[in-house]
């Protein structure tokens, strides 16, 4: 199988920092090997540090283009709920061709910002009157189509949401887009998942939307039949967002919605449980103990004002974690990185919190830990850079000012806290070349699509 060769002089490794890093990729976007302290010979060279890309393992596409719009006070005591009400007058708005233009776009800033991997939690599935398209799959064909023309990694997640509220509350006018019973949501998951069988760059899962859109019965039987069509597929889920959430969890089942889940399903390695902002310290202890990721997206809950994630007591207990953009008020995991150090500082009034006993550096160690976390939550063999693993990476400008000087773990330090300039020059996914010298490569035509889309729709 012919190798492509790559040469990096510095490489950030899983055991850390190497130097001279001969790097071997098949046609497969496999690393087939991989050396230290090496000589470069006819390989091509990198042209700076090389990083494992950053998986975003939560992203409603869509709302890229909403990003901004709903920052007006006028609901009285604004909140999440009121966002989201704001959201869904958005979602009446668009077509099949304005999501794949804004994903598209969406996409390329993803890669441009140094993540290499997505998992679409992809809950807008039939026309504006809530009608099923004439291809019931046909709104997970343009996230599909979108991705390939940015050439990112996908992990498809259709969401089913059933409900508008805990103990089967009827969903309202606005969530009519979203909505399947088993069979009509299955219907979507096999249509993708055959035509995603064998694609490199293409993984499938679920995401059972909320305990408050999906009720127990349904629940256990979309699982079931998850394991029989495609077992060890990702699972994702929102859960314990806002304080409203939990009490109203409490008040129909008498447990909190972290609690729920770990003691009503097999919440494992594949699962994500998105946000989990609310817990108790029994709770945080137990979701750790499970495997499963916790998926934290900092600019977004800082946005909605959800509350702080208490991320010292779940990563001091091992929890595994990572990051994605959500809403995409943000797309940078940066800035994600950032706010999640930034968020712990304020909450427990002291400074470098989340780093490893042994490695005082938080960012290199946010960005290893996130990585690896979000390359599970998406199924993906991606987040470090290794043998068998995706050739997913991110070249650093080492002539950026932000980080003038620095080296090893400094680096990372520096693109994370120093400051707001993009530090990402290039960036390969699967082994292909997609951003260079901070451009995509179809930069241009993709964001003219999205222009064209957003002044058509208004």
Not at 133 to 138: F, I, K, N, S, T
Request: hydrophobic fraction near 45%; charged fraction near 25%; charge should be negative.
């Amino acid at each position: 199988m012919k190798m492509n060769r790559l040469f990096a002089e510095h490489a950030f490794l899983p055991e850390g920092w190497a130097e001279r890093v001969l790097i071997e990729i098949g046609a497969d976007g496999l690393i087939g090997n991989l050396a230290a302290d090496s000589e470069p010979g006819d390989a091509e060279r990198t042209s700076g540090p090389v990083i494992p890309a950053m998986p975003n393992l939560h992203s409603h596409a869509f709302q890229r283009a909403m990003a901004g719009r709903a920052e007006r006070s006028g609901w009285g005591e604004d909140s999440f709920w009121s966002w989201r009400q704001v959201m869904y007058g958005f979602v009446g708005k668009l077509d099949p061709d304005a999501l794949e233009a804004i994903t598209a776009q969406l996409y390329v800033e993803m890669l441009k910002a140094g993540y290499g991997s997505v998992a679409e939690f992809h809950y807008l599935h039939h026309d504006p009157e809530g009608r099923p398209y004439a291809d019931p799959a046909e709104m997970s064909w343009r996230i599909l189509a979108a991705a390939r023309a940015a050439g990112i990694a996908l992990t498809h997640l259709p969401v089913l949401y059933a409900t508008g509220g805990f103990g089967g509350v009827p969903a309202g006018s606005g969530q009519r887009r979203f909505l399947n019973d088993a069979d009509g949501f299955f219907q979507i998951v096999e249509r993708v998942a055959d035509a995603a069988r064998g694609a490199p760059d293409v993984r499938v899962g679920i995401a059972p939307h909320s305990l408050r859109a999906v009720p127990p019965e349904l629940l256990s039987e979309v699982m079931v039949r998850l394991d029989k069509l495609l077992p060890g597929a990702p699972v994702h889920t929102h859960i314990a967002e806002q304080v409203k959430e939990v009490e109203e969890c409490v008040a129909w089942s008498g447990k909190r919605p972290v609690e729920w889940l770990l003691d009503h399903a097999v919440v494992d390695e594949r699962w994500c449980l998105v946000h989990a902002t609310h817990m108790t310290e029994a709770e945080t202890k137990a979701l750790a103990r499970s495997g499963a990721v916790a998926g934290l997206c900092p600019t977004t809950e800082a946005n909605l004002g959800d509350g702080f994630f208490p991320a010292v007591a779940y990563l001091g207990a091992g929890g595994r974690f990572g990051i994605g953009s959500d809403s995409h008020i943000s797309v940078s995991p940066l800035e994600e990185l950032r706010w999640l150090e930034y968020g712990q500082r304020l909450l427990h009034r002291r400074r470098n919190l989340l780093h490893a006993p042994e490695d005082g550096s938080v960012g290199a160690h946010l960005w290893r830990r996130s990585a690896e976390g979000g390359a599970q939550a998406l199924g993906f063999e991606t987040g470090r850079i290794a043998d068998g693993c995706r050739a997913d990476f991110v070249v650093l400008d080492a002539d950026a000012p932000t980080l003038a000087g620095m080296s090893g773990d400094e680096l990372i330090d520096g693109a994370v806290f120093a400051g707001n300039m993009n530090p990402v020059r290039d960036v390969m996914v699967g082994g292909r070349w997609v951003v260079r010298e901070g451009r995509h490569v179809r930069e241009a035509e993709i964001e003219a699509r999205y222009r064209a889309a957003l002044a058509r729709i208004g």
